[in-house]
């Protein structure tokens, strides 16, 4: 058994020496795929084709991606918060993950088209994925403060330009975060005065912080008319933005 061992790590080894950095992120993602695919199918009888097996690969490596470009963003732009246009309310929503934990939390803050802060709300979630998921129901959780709250005109902003893109898109998302994206989508159907927008992180900091302290402290908010005190410094920062 310990020669088997040692016998595969030398050719994991040798592959991916062998291979770009592409290709070996292509090359880890089909093993850990076809991996899962195995154990659903003796554990559960459930059995994949090559096509759906493939197709899942494909789209984990592009959201992967998305996440790189996210973070490149960020260094790239510093652009500030925007006021909404007039009658419109603009929910600014991120999630923050804990990969050791699988626990991540969600961010979110309601501004109207004066730039006065609505509510500001946090919440912790359990046996999560991926980062990707963690931003995924970051984005559900606004939607559903928003449409709870009866608003009829309202945009989601956040920084992942992949969510946005999935929740923009009407059809079936077959991605690991389909199921999300098909919540939002019931959520939102019939109401036509919705809209999804994409922002650079240096816009969308005021719900960056609530989720990255929320997972941090362990402690959920639900403020009307504010925010924590930790957030209180970068509320008043975009308060001085520009109305366009």
Known sequence: MMNQSEDFVQWITWVLGKLNL????????????????????????????????????????????????????????????????????????????????????????VRDSEGKILLSCSEIHNDISSAFAAVAIACWKAVQVGTGKGWQSLILEGDSLAIIKKCSTKGQDRSMVGAYIHDIQQKIYGLN???????????????????????RRGEEIYLEMGVPEYAEDQARYDGRSEPD
């Open 22 to 109: 592409y290709q070996s992120r292509l090359f880890c993602c089909a093993l850990w795929v076809i991996w899962g695919d195995r154990n659903k199918r003796i554990h559960k009888g459930k059995v994949s084709n090559g096509k759906e097996v493939a197709n899942f690969i494909n789209s984990y490596i592009s959201e992967i991606t998305s996440l790189g470009k996210r973070d490149l963003s960020f260094t790239r732009e510093k652009k500030r918060w925007k006021y909404p246009q007039g009658g419109f309310i603009k929910i600014n929503f991120d999630g923050a993950y804990n990969k050791s934990q699988n626990r991540s939390a969600s961010g979110v803050v």
């Open 193 to 215: 005065n919705i809209r999804f927008q994409h922002t650079p992180r240096s816009a969308n900091n005021l719900a960056h912080i609530l989720a990255t302290e929320t997972l």
